[in-house]
């Protein structure tokens, strides 16, 4: 197996990627078999080197996501089993791993602008900056998953000349780790905001950027976006609570000096535009509907029961009925004994996700943030500050926004042998699930039923597109409720709070690890996660 965080082969260290073509959709070069690098190759082999975990991947969602998160998420329905609740190995590992070689090619970037002119420096200092934002975005997920993690002295056998041994990074403090980043993204604001592209460079950030495609005004949305999300995670922490109230407030008053993603024409996402290059969504159907089904498309009984219930316009969209289940939605309850689960799917009752939307669009988004989820951030805010008008608006909106995005979807997909395109939802249909009883924001008669509201509207939006949000936000606020059948074959009987250290991390930085083992716990809750 690999040594991970800290002695990453300076074979991979040294990656970089750049175009073929002028067209920043076309082919990227293999990182690991490209010499000699540049700032702006080495910017878009960074932001190469994760886009299988932002795009629908095969093994982030088939090894990391399908027997952990998105069950903890009740995004999916699944057959019990012994051992259920501790996640597998092979898919924390996977995503440490990912994570860490991406954070390498930050070094290497860091590396080759710090080799720079100061004249050279000044032209292309922009590319470091929005690097960054994607680095603390990638960081964020990691820190929510893990806890602790090497990040300050990680990733620098490339800068220490392949000292490896003093290249062996302490475990940062995942609370500092916010403080720093939220310090820093408030820097970068600013400094955006000041920035201007000289125009021999404008071209070159066109090409390489394929999540923004060079637009300076996007990463600026993507960045106050970004800090809107951290804010609101950490807002019940009483050493963040005056810093969350003030930058939100400060952000939502100005977005114009402070843009953020309101529209789902500024999605911050890495769109598909030609399948044959390795910006593509192939690996959606095996990571969720491969041969043999393995339950990675498979709903749960509660998504599938409030949709119903409130007929959601998203659900012929999201799901497709059973073969056998006469055009009923019917998901896997998970407190069901193993043969009753087993039962039903063999009868053909279950939904899937739908395969024309979801796992056999090779043209799917790779999600990073957008409209809706902002708009839920908003709500939530306004909740909290006793704004119910404001947080009204943003939950409507935000219903609107997902509903949008997700007819967007089945425009784009290049589905085929699976069932047919299901119709957009209409606007009328949206309103009617707004009013709905169990979704009217009127309705609810307590700011803690109204968070439930904002809460659930989270999950069904998230779904199985954005699973480690998901689960952040379902941690966070203990919403929605989920009940689980317990395993007492084991000492985790329920599922998990947080994800623990890969073992060849535990092997390779031991003494480093020592620090924080025994915080390492599926059992120890976040610090952010204080209900």
């Not at 540049?38 to 960074?46: A, D, I, L, N």
């Not at 407030?249 to 100005?254: D, F, G, K, T």
């Not at 769109?271 to 709903?299: E, H, R």
């Not at 069932?419 to 803690?448: M, R």
Request: proline share 3%; charged share 15%.
């Amino acid at each position: 197996m690999k040594k991970i965080s800290s002695l990453i082969l300076a074979g991979l260290l040294l990656g970089a990627v750049s175009c073929k073509e002028s067209d920043f959709t076309d082919s990227y070069a293999d990182p690991s078999k490209i010499a000699e690098t540049t700032v702006e190759k080495q910017f878009t082999g960074f932001l190469q080197s994760t886009k299988d975990y932002i795009l629908p991947g095969y093994t982030n969602y088939f090894v990391a996501l399908r027997t952990s998160i998105n069950h903890y998420n009740q995004v999916t329905g699944w057959i019990n089993d012994s051992g259920q609740y501790i996640p597998g190995s092979s898919g924390t590992e996977a995503v440490w791993f990912n994570y860490y070689n991406m954070l390498a090619q930050y070094r290497e970037l860091q590396k080759a602008f710090n080799a720079l002119s100061a004249t050279d420096q000044a032209d292309r200092k922009f590319f470091m900056t929005v690097a960054t934002v994607y680095l603390y975005d990638q960081t964020e997920r990691m820190v929510d998953l893990f806890g602790a993690i090497p990040f300050t002295e990680a990733g620098m056998v490339g800068l220490n000349g392949g000292d490896y041994a003093n290249s062996l990074a302490k475990f940062d403090d995942p609370q500092t780790l916010y403080t720093m980043m939220l310090d820093d993204l408030k820097s970068i604001a600013a400094e955006l905001n000041a920035t201007t592209i000289n125009a021999g460079y404008l071209k070159s950030f066109q090409t390489q950027d394929f999540v923004n495609k060079g637009d300076l005004t996007a990463w600026k949305r993507y960045t106050n976006s970004l800090r809107l999300r951290m804010l609101n995670r950490v807002s019940a922490v009483s050493a963040f609570q005056s810093r969350s109230a003030a930058e939100m407030a400060e952000i939502l008053a100005n977005t114009s000096t402070y843009p953020i993603v309101e529209t789902n024409l500024q999605n911050i996402q890495i769109n598909v535009f030609n399948v044959n290059t390795d910006i593509n969504s192939k690996g959606f159907q095996g990571g969720i509907a491969s041969d043999g089904g393995w339950y990675g498309n498979t709903a749960g009984k509660k998504m599938i029961d409030f949709m119903n219930t409130n007929a959601d316009p998203r659900l012929p969209i999201l799901f497709e009925p059973g073969a056998s289940a006469a055009g009923k939605y019917i998901g896997i309850d998970p407190t069901a004994t193993s043969a009753a689960q087993t039962e039903l799917s063999n009868a053909g009752q279950v939904a899937i996700y739908n395969r024309y939307v979801t796992s056999h669009n090779q043209f799917f988004p790779g999600v990073i943030i957008n409209a809706a989820e902002v708009s839920l951030i908003k709500s939530e805010y306004y909740l909290r500050v006793g704004n119910d008008a404001s947080a009204k608006a943003a939950y409507e909106s935000a219903i609107s926004l997902s509903t949008n995005f997700y007819n967007s979807i089945i425009t784009v997909s290049n589905a085929t042998g699976v069932n047919a395109a299901p119709s957009p939802a209409s606007e009328s249909s949206i309103a009617k699930y707004i009013a709905a009883d169990g979704v009217n924001w009127d309705k609810a008669t307590s700011s803690t039923s109204k968070l439930a509201l904002i809460a659930t509207q989270k999950w069904l939006h998230f779904n199985l597109v954005q699973p480690y949000e998901n689960w952040a936000e379902t941690r966070r606020l203990d919403l929605p409720t989920f009940t689980f059948q317990v395993d007492n074959a084991n000492n985790q009987t329920l599922p998990p709070v947080k994800w623990t250290i890969p073992s060849n991390e535990i092997s390779y930085n031991a003494n480093n690890y020592s620090a924080v083992r025994d915080q390492d716990k599926l059992t120890t809750k976040l610090f952010w996660d204080v209900k």
